[in-house]
């Protein structure tokens, strides 16, 4: 069975742990740690591949002897677990392939290993599991190890820092699923998954689980405003745990949406669409803003997936505003563009985090102002990178733009929808996805231009080096199916249909049926799209043209000075800097979004001092919403420190008290 195959693989990842504990500090054990994760990944991505593919496949169950002993730990393989098994699997097996070369470059590589395959087991178990509690425990499991790895370069202050708001804003999450768990067992306490399923809750209490859900899965995927650990964990975590934080684990709290949504609150009602557009479409433009504000090229990726995750809730949404209306082509669109855009995400996130990591080993910086030029001695790294950024930006003929088309396609049917809240909210975020995929293509070019491009800003981008082969092979496999799902989505999207057939008993057409290897996600007259076509036309194109300048052109060698600006000055510093590139539109955006303020220090004529500009942005999520309750808690704490000092007769009138009021309230109740 698919799914003892795949809980052996978890059972490998967990006894690899254990290996890595014991001989943590051998030499070797990296590449034994590594390459053994790599085979277990592929093992699973096989594993969840094969049940998918075989669409009529039945769902497979297990009950194992762990958990509460009433009920046991329950794991379930169907269409959408097999398919979110694809890619967490696919992830783990890539990063893993890419940490074979990068893991010799880290400082502290007995701090990753006991934890590595740790986390890679977790997230599968969170996705297998088919009870609250199996799910609870994995999802627990999953944050502690993960936040193991963010603290695994625990010299630095910012990162324990990052690793104590990852475990609150984790913690925080996890109680909100609890409490949802909780409604939707009710008062019989029916944990199994089975259960729920069979016994949806009333429109009050599933309104309730809703609202828990969005900020339980939320804070994990990074929805704002409760993203603030994401742009401080992600960064700080070795690139290879990075990309699978970022493109795997985030997809994880999206599968919890999805399964918690779509399968246990029964029919939806029309208003649930609501916060889940909203919330999805302000994620979407405020988290490529905050981006584009970075010169940390590390955490510049790690706000950009904010933003992704902001356009896979925005198909969500969708699809459940036309899940409730009956309209089930233009749902299984919605569905469609959302979980290819999970898929899309993983592929072109996990390879910019190994760009961005190949950039740090090699030159020990992730700051954008002290890169550049790496284009010259890194070509293979800018390369994929630059792929990479074209696939985020959703330019054709790289996967990003197929499911960000799609998505657009499904906007574009919101007229047929009967409320007019929906009816005028969809096209406002469509109109907000369109502004950050704009805002995208601005943010990448920065991050491509700053760190690849120009002149070297500093010695370290003068003297680096090409990254190790295993780490070029991992990124070369991302890239490589980035290309193949933009030339050929037809396979992925048909792959798709029994993932939303399950979650809302409709499918898009076969796209294997379409001539010329083309997409209709609708109908013909309403909108195609063929990857294949405009690959071919930009190939021959962009080779014609090479063609005809090397022959007609002029075979006469001119040299000349190349154009500097207006600033004949030959430093590296007379170039554009990051943060300069992004002013205009800081001072567009920037004073709403983040209060930015400028402010400039002239000197005085005749004064020897440097005039200084300096600009102070703030996160008004974290001002408006945990600040306030930082300064609560540590009032309270300061307040409430004063009944460690009473004495013991206190002590016991506390008690006494105490139990006194509990008997009153007893007493009442009864």
């Known amino acids: 069975m698919t799914l003892i ?3 052996w693989c978890i059972a490998a990842w967990l006894g690899l742990s254990v290996f890595a504990v014991v001989v943590a500090r051998t030499a070797i054990v990296g590449t034994i740690v590594y390459a053994a994760c790599l085979a277990i990944g592929m093992l699973g991505l096989s594993a969840g591949l094969e049940h998918l593919i075989a669409a009529t496949a039945p769902a497979e169950t297990i009950i194992l002897p762990l958990g509460l002993p009433w009920l046991g730990a329950n794991f379930r393989l169907d269409n959408l677990s097999a398919f979110f098994v694809l890619v967490v699997d696919l992830g783990a097996a890539t990063a893993s392939l890419y940490a074979l070369g990068y893991g010799r470059h880290e400082s502290e590589q007995h701090r990753v290993l006991p934890f590595y395959p740790a986390f890679l087991a977790a997230m599968n178990l969170v996705v297998l599991a088919d009870d609250a509690f199996t799910f609870l425990v994995s999802w627990e499991l999953m944050s502690l190890v993960s936040w193991a790895l963010v603290v695994a370069h625990h010299h630095d202050r910012e990162n324990i820092r990052a690793g104590y708001v990852y475990l609150l804003m984790a913690s925080f999450g996890t109680v909100a699923l609890l409490l949802a768990f909780g409604l939707l067992a009710g008062p019989e306490g029916s944990y199994a998954f089975a259960e729920l399923r069979l016994h949806p809750p009333s429109e ?10 969005i900020v339980g899965t939320g804070s994990k995927a990074g929805l704002i405003p409760l993203h603030v650990w994401l742009p401080l964990a992600h960064p700080a975590a070795p690139s290879h745990v990075s990309a699978l934080m970022s493109g795997v684990m985030t997809k994880v709290a999206v599968y919890a949406f999805i399964r918690i949504v779509f399968t246990f609150l029964g029919p939806p009602q029309w208003w649930w669409a609501l916060p889940v ?11 490529v803003l905050y981006a584009l504000n970075q010169s940390d090229l590390k955490k510049l990726l790690a706000y950009s997936t904010i933003d992704n995750i902001g356009v896979i809730f925005i198909g969500l949404g969708l699809a459940l505003a036309f899940q409730t209306n009956a309209l089930g082509a233009a749902a299984a669109l919605a569905m469609a563009a959302a979980l290819l855009h999970v898929f899309n995400h993983a592929l072109f996130k996990s390879l910019l985090f190994f760009g961005a990591g190949a950039v740090l080993t090699s030159t020990g910086e992730r700051n954008l102002e002290r890169l550049g030029g790496l284009i010259h001695t890194m070509p293979v790294t800018a390369f994929l990178f630059l792929l990479a950024s074209m696939a985020i930006c959703a330019l054709p003929p790289l996967n990003g733009f197929v499911s960000e088309w799609l998505t657009f396609q499904a906007v574009l049917i919101s007229p047929q929808l009967p409320q007019w809240s929906l009816r005028l909210i969809v096209p406002a975020v469509g109109a907000m996805l369109a502004l950050a995929a704009a805002l995208t293509a601005a943010c990448f070019v920065k991050a491509f231009g700053f760190a690849f491009l120009g002149r070297p800003r500093s010695d370290v981008a003068k003297r680096a080096v090409e990254t190790d082969t295993f780490s070029l092979a991992g990124m070369f496999s991302l890239g490589a199916l980035c290309l193949f799902i933009g030339i050929l989505p037809g396979f992925v999207i048909d792959r798709l249909a029994p993932v939303t057939q399950f979650l809302l008993s409709a499918r898009l057409p076969v796209q294997a049926d379409v001539p010329w290897l083309s997409i209709i996600p609708i109908s013909e007259g309403r909108s195609s799209y063929n990857g294949l076509l405009v690959f071919l036309f930009i190939l021959i194109s962009s080779l ?6 090397h022959t007609f052109a002029s075979r006469k060698v001119r040299r000349s000075a190349a154009w500097d600006c207006g600033f004949p000055d030959p430093r590296p510093v007379t170039q554009y800097s990051a943060d300069s590139f992004v002013q205009p539109l ?3 955006y920037g004073t709403l979004v983040f209060l930015a303020r400028e402010k400039v220090q002239m000197p005085t004529p005749g004064e020897m001092s440097p005039a200084r500009f300096t600009v102070t942005m703030q996160d008004l999520a974290w001002r408006l919403i945990y600040s306030p309750i930082v300064h609560a808690v540590e009032f309270s704490a300061e307040r409430l ?3 460690q000092f009473m004495t013991i007769r206190r002590y016991l009138a ?3 008290s105490a139990l006194i009021f509990l008997l009153i309230v007893l007493a009442s109740w009864t």
């Open 544 to 549: 014609g043209a090479v063609l005809v300048i």
């Open 586 to 588: 800081r001072r567009v």
């Open 277 to 287: 557009l909203i919330a999805g479409a302000a994620s979407a433009v405020i988290g």
């Open 5 to 7: 195959a795949l809980l």
């Open 641 to 643: 420190n004063v009944l």
């Open 654 to 656: 506390l008690v006494f």
């Open 204 to 213: 009050t209490l599933a309104a309730a689980v809703l609202a828990l859900t």
